[in-house]
């Protein structure tokens, strides 16, 4: 029974990754991000510097605890797309992997925030991970559209696109202090991706042909005459 108990109490205890990261998070609305250290969050954390080094390889990173993860997934759900799915289609739901780790914990994700916000470091590490995210949803498009012309160009441009709307739409719940459904700002933000990129709406219309009228007229003809003659051949035409 006792060893029961053992099993189920192991079964409680939050990853340490998180207990990391939590500990990190009270000290840095305890005291501010800059005057924060590696010390201070292992000894709230109760575990030794190497243990973070373990999980974080810099106090910067554990601001972000769940992005490597997340990229993993997003990796893993691209290689798995069918090559018959819109490819627009396909990064747009790849983004919304990026969503859901928010809005699983709205709390956290809106003081992270608020501290990226505040703190010009961090921000400048945001901006490197939505990089990656970027990188990654340009490589895809570029192997969908490896034989169509610009199709790395399309590729870059697309991938941008999909970032900024999901960013967009993001930051404006967060914003809000994480009221409401975050995928409802998402979705509308990436609705104007697919309609704009995706199938049926990817591609400028090749423009018509029209029809060309080649009238001849004498050098000393009157202009009246000249006129009546291209109106009389529009009209026949």
Known sequence: MSEAREVNGSQKKAPMREVLAEAAFQLFLERGFERTTVDDIVARAGVGRRSFFRYFPSKEDVVFPDH???????TAFLEAASDESDAVDVVCDAACLVLRVYATN??????????????????????????????????????????????????????ASVVAAHNNGLRSWLRSGGEGDAEVAVDRALRLVRRTWGEGGAAA??????????????KGAPMWRVIQRVESALRDG
């Open 106 to 159: 709205p709390e956290f994700s809106v003081q992270r925030y608020k501290l990226t916000r505040e703190v010009p470091g961090l921000r400048t590490y945001e901006l490197s991970v939505v990089r990656r995210y970027e990188s990654m949803l340009a490589g895809y498009l570029r192997r969908r559209w490896a034989d169509t012309a610009d199709g790395s160009l399309r590729a870059e441009v697309v991938a």
């Open 68 to 74: 490597e993860s997340c990229l993993a997934d997003m």
């Open 205 to 218: 219309p090749e423009p018509q042909q029209e029809d060309v009228v080649v009238m001849v007229a004498t």
